[in-house]
T-cell receptor, first 119, second 115 residues
Framework: AQKVTQAQTEISVVEKEDVTLDCVYE???????LFWYKQPPSGELVFLIR??????QNEISGRYSWNFQKSTSSFNFTITASQVVDSAVYFC????????????????FGSGTQLTVLP | DTGVSQDPRHKITKRGQNVTFRCDPI?????LYWYRQTLGQGPEFLTY????????KSRLLSDRFSAERPKGSFSTLEIQRTEQGDSAMYLC?????????????FGPGTRLTVL
């Protein structure tokens, strides 16, 4: 069975601080996908990133960066120079890979981290 | 390109009533997923379709729940004889089942309150 753990329930930072959101996962599959989604107060889940398990290269997109370490089963998310608009709940998710199509299957989500960025 | 839409956005019902939710996926997407999210938790998988075929159902999906995707486009999720424990946000997502383009995009959800 798959499991995603986001141990940080709530984090509060002051604007312009850097913040890292932790994600640890469990799976018996050797290949899988990892995702991060953002859920702002409006409630709609917004896709941020998708990572294949055999690609451990870290990724940077603007103020966002992701650190994937297969050896520790972690996929952490860092926001640099945080802004008030970053305030949201952030979810890490894991998916098996459908053998026939090579595509992702249903997502297993963590319980989320509520990030509050104070002005 | 329009995103995933869900209707209604909010539903309040009395215990024992039946409710039906609708999801319209992104037009070219062949996969459609239903999830349920309760307060303070991440979404939990309920079921998914590829085209009109329902390929998997979670153990969370009791006999009172049924989902359809009759023509491989929109989908409906019906809950019969609602219980207070059914109160949650019901999320729909769609994707194109092809390697590299299979990211799931979510709709705004339907919030169900069972009194």
């Amino acid at each position: 069975a798959q499991k995603v753990t986001q141990a940080q329930t709530e984090i509060s930072v002051v604007e312009k601080e850097d913040v890292t959101l932790d994600c640890v996962y469990e799976t018996r599959d050797t290949t899988y996908y990892l995702f991060w989604y953002k859920q702002p107060p409006s409630g709609e889940l917004v896709f941020l990133i998708r990572r294949n398990s055999f690609d451990e290269q870290n990724e940077i997109s603007g103020r966002y960066s992701w650190n994937f370490q297969k050896s520790t089963s972690s996929f952490n998310f860092t926001i640099t120079a945080s802004q008030v608009v970053d305030s949201a709940v952030y979810f890490c998710a894991l998916s098996e890979i459908d053998i026939s199509s090579g595509s992702a299957r249903q997502l297993t989500f963590g319980s989320g981290t509520q990030l509050t960025v104070l002005p | 390109d329009t995103g995933v839409s869900q209707d209604p956005r909010h539903k309040i019902t009395k215990r024992g009533q039946n409710v039906t939710f609708r999801c319209d996926p992104i037009s070219e997407h062949n996969r459609l997923y239903w999830y349920r999210q309760t307060l303070g938790q991440g979404p939990e998988f309920l079921t998914y379709f590829q085209n009109e075929a329902q390929l998997e159902k979670s153990r969370l999906l009791s006999d009172r729940f049924s989902a359809e995707r009759p023509k491989g486009s929109f989908s409906t999720l019906e809950i019969q004889r609602t219980e207070q424990g059914d109160s949650a946000m019901y999320l729909c997502a769609s994707s194109l089942a092809r390697r590299g383009t299979d990211t799931q995009y979510f709709g705004p959800g339907t919030r169900l309150t069972v009194l």
